[in-house]
Structure formats: structure tokens, C-alpha cells
């Protein structure tokens, strides 16, 4: 984060750093350098560093300076998807032989990513309640190089204290990771809580309007920070100036969306509390929830994510899905819009049989920022 950002507010952090008025016609926002190659003034003469748009792109520049600004690190990079951007990661900082702990309840997407791609290669994982520090501690052993932690996770919604895995991290010589997506910068600062590195799949709360895929990565160490970006343009799955764009548009209006999603969420979770067909409701901001105390702690708000269980089992579970209206059935999360789904059979299919497996009765919404009462009326006629 550049010293001209560190001491302002988040809301205008994430409008002003990195958006910077075009030198050329004053444009208050950073154009959309649609553009693959520049010309360069003599031999090795580039102007602002820039000479082929794999490497770096001024509009992907624009989003990664915002990146680090948000996240208050030093390096932010942008990549075509949040599971380019773990990739990157992963092939940056492990070899052969390495070792990983990961989340009980990762996404399933970066458990398909290591159990069926990374660990081809060569790369052992093993799995913990990263809720549980010492079950988190147990699983760490001497070729262990990185622990991963996602918090809120999804689906279920466990909480980690990342300032504590932090400590076992440090103790271990091992660096620690946090999936941030769920929070989004605005309701969590993993760097600022000891996370060497922190992912985004910018395609949720960041770029907010379900337009856009993307993915991030941002640290506070400038070195390993140069080593992610020499990755980042050598393996190339970077973040193209149009989508860059998009995403840096979303970011400037995150922080009013995110009060607006948690504020919904909270009125939802109380009348599914107290719905006879609700069996369970997983939200953090519930004081019942295992990880409330530390959600408060680490978190600004709650955030807009609810998943719930419902009587009648796995039918019913996906006979709420199918009758929903305003929740509109639909992957991913995070959009302005609210979404519904059915994580057994959709987002965690490829963790069926794991012990990443969901419960089949589990339903997961994505809290959008409509009119709550509207959302209210069509859960109550979802759940019948």
C-alpha cells in the first residue's frame, strides 16, 4: 500500500488508490487499455514499465495497487480467475515432496485443486477444523510449507482465528494463507491478523455484480511479493484490462454493499431461527454459532452469507431451492442479487465422498441487497 493511501479510510481507499485521473485528458477513471503490446522509445526503452500486457497492463495495475490498498499489503496481483490466482500460489511456494494443511470445509473448488491437480505433483495435503488450533497444529509436520484457511468457509460457515493459526504458523516456520472472499477486505484484514497471503475470487463481493470472473492475491512482503508477480507472468493466467475494469468499478461502491448485505442477512437469520421447517442456521453473527466471539473480533460485520438446514432432508432441501422466485437458483455469490442454492449437488459435488462432504439437507443463500421484506416473503413461501 503506498504511503499516499495508508492513512485514509477503507470507503476511500477503495475508490481513490490506484484510480488515478488519466495524465493525458484528465478522465477521473483509469481507461480500459485494451491493448497487447507498446511502444518502446530506442531498445529496452519502456514507458512506465510496460511492454507486453501478460506482463503488466495499466488498467490491471490500476486494480492490483487498489488490491494492496484494500487489503493494507504491498503487493496486490489480478488473475483471470480465483483458482488461477491459487494456482499461482501454490506453484509458487511448493515443490515435490511439500506438505499442506487445509480447511475441513474448503471450497471445492481449491479442495479439487489439490486433490485432484496439485497433488498429481507431488504435493501432500491433510485435512483439519481450522476452527480446532491444535487439531491445526497436529496437522502440521516437517514438510509442511503452507496452512490454508478460509474464513467464514463455505459453506458451512466455521470461523477461524486467523491471529491464532498465525501463531502456529510462525512457531512452524510455515506460511499461513486466508481465503478472504466471504468477507471481503471490508469486513476482514487477514494481513493485518499475521496471513502471509491473502485470495480473492474477485468474481464475488469485489466485483459485486455477477459481470466479471477474477481472482487475487495480495501480501504484505515486497520479496514474496516479487516472487508471486515473476509467477504470475510466467505462468500467465492474468486478469485482462476489460475484466480489471470491471472489477475496480464494483470495488468503489463495496464497502455501502457490504453493510447492506449483512444488515439483510441479519433479518433473515432471525425469522429462519424461528421457522418450524429450519432445523439449523450457520451465521456467524448468531451468538450460538462456535465462532462468534471470534467473528466479532476479527470481523466488522457478519456478512451476507446465511446456509441453513431444513426438515425433511435432501428433497426438501432442494424442493426450497426449486420454489424460491426472488432467490434466484444460481452458483457463485456475492452479486447484488440474491442467490439460492443446494451445495450437496451444486458448488460441493466434487467433494461428495470427502471429508469435505456437506450435509444434504444444507441450503446456502447469498444475501443480495434488495428490499429484505421482499427476501423475507419469498423464503417464507420457499419453505412453504
Known sequence: MSDQHSHQS????????????????????PPIY??????????????????????ANPTRTALEENLAALEGGRRGLAFASGLAAEDCLLRTLL?????????????????????????????????????????????????TKLIWVETPSNPLLGITDIEAIAGVARQAGVK???????????????????????????????????????????????????????????????????????????????????DRHSENAEKIVEMLTQHPKVTQVLYPGLPEHPGHEIAAKQMRSFGGMISFRVEGGEEAAVEVCNRARLFTLGE?????????????????????????????????????????????????QALG
Do not use: C
Open 95 to 143: 515443490a515435490p515432496g511439500d506438505h499442506v494443511v487445509i480447511p475441513n470445509d474448503a471450497y471445492g473448488g481449491t479442495f479439487r485443486l489439490f486433490a485432484k491437480v496439485v497433488q498429481r505433483w507431488g504435493v501432500d495435503f491433510s485435512v483439519a477444523n481450522t476452527s480446532d488450533v491444535e487439531a491445526v497444529r497436529a496437522a502440521v509436520n516437517d514438510r
Open 10 to 29: 477503507f470507503e476511500t481507499r477503495a475508490i481513490h488508490a490506484g484510480n488515478t485521473a488519466d495524465p493525458l485528458t484528465g478522465a477521473v477513471v
Open 176 to 258: 499461513l494463507v486466508v481465503d478472504n472472499t466471504f468477507a471481503s477486505p471490508y469486513l476482514q484484514q487477514p494481513l493485518a491478523l499475521g496471513a502471509d497471503v491473502v485470495v480473492h475470487s474477485l468474481t464475488k463481493y469485489m466485483g459485486g455484480h455477477s459481470d466479471v470472473v477474477g481472482g487475487a492475491l495480495v501480501t504484505a512482503d515486497e520479496a514474496l511479493g516479487e516472487e508471486l508477480a515473476y509467477h504470475q507472468n510466467a505462468m500467465g493466467a492474468v486478469a485482462g484490462p476489460f475484466d480489471s475494469w470491471i472489477v475496480l468499478r464494483g470495488i468503489k461502491t463495496l464497502a455501502v454493499r457490504m
Open 332 to 380: 457463485s455469490l456475492g452479486g447484488v442479487e440474491s442467490l439460492i442454492e443446494h451445495p450437496g449437488r451444486m458448488t460441493h459435488a466434487s467433494v461428495a465422498g470427502s471429508a469435505l462432504e456437506v450435509p444434504a439437507d444444507l441450503v446456502r443463500l447469498s444475501v443480495g441487497i434488495e428490499n429484505v421484506d421482499d427476501l423475507l416473503a419469498d423464503l417464507r
Open 34 to 55: 485494451q491493448v497487447s503490446t507498446y511502444k518502446q522509445d530506442g531498445v529496452g526503452g519502456l514507458r512506465g514499465g510496460y511492454e507486453y500486457s501478460r506482463s
